[in-house]
Antibody
């Protein structure tokens, strides 16, 4: 069974950069037809897709976050990472990594990590 | 960006009853590229349906997805205790951004 695990600081100061890593196990990130993405959920609210990456490095980003987001992949470690710059309290959320299944730019999320809470506060 | 509106916000039902959840899109979702997820408190979302009507692996057949264009439904034929949760729809019929609805909570009456 594919397993995804998020890791990174649980507390980030305003204006700094949020950095998270997702480690994939029991499966290879070098797989055709799968993207690897990040979804967040503010406390008590709904889900918001942030962006996704293919093992080749091709990325999709949510337009409203694109200027602050970078997603990268390290195939040698079977990991992908999220960086979100210039964070504010509005970026406080549970951050999930997830596998995107589909093709041709059309992907849903079939495996999810357990999520990690990141709080933005001084 | 396609906006998904789910209704009702909360559905209060008893075990054994039928639940019907709605997801309406602001524009047509091509090829019925719509998914449904279930989320329980403190847990990650779990994929239930994709392609509007295909059940994900291990999902029981009391869950049924239907719809096309802009109107989609998720039906749970006989609610089991483990089905009380929040349900989200997600469209992936266009190139990104892929978007989610705001969720419907199925609560115990």
């Amino acid at each position: 069974q594919l397993h995804l695990q998020e890791s990174g600081p649980g507390l980030v100061k305003p204006s700094e950069t949020l950095s998270l890593t997702c480690t994939v196990s029991n499966g290879s990130i070098n797989s055709n037809n799968y993207y690897w993405g990040w979804v967040r959920q503010p406390p008590g609210k709904g889900l918001e897709w942030i962006g996704s990456i293919y093992y080749s490095g091709n990325t999709y980003y949510k337009p409203s976050l694109k200027s602050r987001v970078t997603i990268s992949v390290d195939t040698s470690k079977n990991q992908f990472s999220l960086k979100l710059r210039s964070v504010t309290a509005a970026d406080t959320a549970v951050y999930y990594c997830a596998r995107n299944k589909g093709s041709g730019g059309r992907y849903y999320f079939d495996y999810w990590g357990q999520g990690t809470l990141v709080t933005v506060s001084s | 960006e396609i906006v998904l509106t789910q209704s009702p916000g909360t559905l209060s039902l008893s075990p054994g009853e039928r639940a019907t959840l709605s997801c309406r899109a602001s524009q047509s979702v091509s090829s019925n590229y719509l998914a449904w997820y279930q989320q329980k408190p403190g847990q990650a979302p779990r994929l239930l349906m994709y392609g509007a009507s295909s059940r994900a692996t291990g999902i029981p057949d009391r869950f049924t997805g239907d719809g096309s264009g802009t109107d989609f439904t998720l039906t749970i034929s006989r609610l089991q205790p483990e089905d009380f949760a929040v349900y989200y729809c997600q469209q992936y019929g266009t190139s990104p951004p892929w978007t989610f609805g705001q969720g419907t909570k199925v609560a115990v009456k």
